[in-house]
């Protein structure tokens, strides 16, 4: 693949010593990865920490790479690890759906309109995604916003692909069952989800 | 309630999988407009070269990099428009551009 190709050729040139081949290679990854981590954490200034540091260890640990294998399951990885060690370290996790839901019912009941509508429906989901754990709602961003496969996802992980698939699936369910629960939020509008 | 409202309750129970768009869209809308800062990679390149981590490979000019990295922004301000660095090669010997950067301490001195 193109992509693998190039990220191979810079690898190269940075066990060179070459930073600008480092640039090169963080031009390439560094929105995706901002982004995977801002998606989990949340929070602007951790998600820059964890890709600054995610490009330090791959810069500390180039020599180790194997060149025949893609990249960005490495850089996801460290991605994901270096998120979990803050969201734990942080203890910011799993917003109380229930205060959420509750803060959704006591406000203004805005018209019926369907922008409003869709402006909730999404404020909900929010809400039910910030409230799943950590295990899955990573594999739902890597799968979601990352557009990863679940042979790739499984791969970032190191874990078997069933249980990707089985994480996907509950925290799909979790996501179903919560927006069904609360549809009343939205003035008893029916909505199916498949 | 309109007749707009009426016909089409916001159901979209059309669409191929619903969940699927909630999800993908809160996501986006999360990160949306959102980079990281281009003092990113300026922290990145301090490190490098406060920990002298850029000293790698195995040849006698190994050294250049970790010099290169911690010259860069100078370079970067004294000669700023010109493209000195179109001009380096990796292989190239230190003093090749060591000497405009010699140079151009004396100049701002």
Not at chain 1, 19 to 24: E, N, S, T
Not at chain 1, 152 to 169: C, D, F, M, Q
Request: net charge positive.
């Amino acid at each position: 693949m193109a992509l693998h190709d190039e990220d191979s050729r810079l690898i190269s040139r940075i066990r060179q010593g070459d930073l600008l081949a480092l640039g090169v290679l963080y031009e390439r990854h560094k929105k995706q990865m901002y982004r995977v981590a801002l998606a989990i954490t949340r929070d602007p200034n951790a998600a820059e920490d964890i890709l600054q540091e995610g490009f330090l260890r791959l810069y500390g640990s180039v020599d180790r790479f194997d060149e025949t294998r893609p990249l960005a399951p490495w850089l996801y990885r460290v991605t994901v690890n270096l998120s979990y060690n803050w969201v734990t370290r942080r203890g910011r996790w799993l917003v109380p759906m229930e205060g959420a839901m509750e803060r959704l019912r006591a406000g203004p009941k805005s018209s019926p309109e369907t922008v409003v509508e869709q402006n909730e429906l999404q404020r909900i989901v929010r809400e039910a995604l910030n409230a799943l754990g950590f295990e899955h709602r990573v594999v739902l961003v890597l799968f979601y916003l990352g557009e990863f496969s679940l042979k790739e996802i499984a791969h970032i992980l190191n874990l078997p692909e069933g249980t990707v698939k089985s994480r996907l699936h509950y925290g799909r369910k979790r996501l179903r069952s919560r927006l069904e629960r609360d549809r009343r939020v939205l003035g008893g509008v029916a909505y199916e989800f498949s | 309630m309109s007749s707009h409202s009426q016909e089409e309750p916001l159901s979209l129970r059309s669409a191929t999988d619903l969940l699927d768009q909630l999800i993908y869209q809160a996501l986006q809308d999360e990160v949306r407009g959102l980079e990281p800062s281009p003092q990113v990679w300026v922290r990145i390149r301090q490190r490098i070269a406060a920990t002298g981590a850029s000293c790698r490979g195995k040849d006698a000019t190994a050294w250049v990099p970790l010099l290169r990295s911690g010259a860069l922004a100078v370079l970067d301000v004294l000669f700023a428009g010109s493209d000195w660095e179109a001009r380096l090669t990796k292989h190239r010997a230190p003093v090749s551009w060591l000497l405009p950067f010699a140079g151009g301490l004396v100049w701002a001195v």
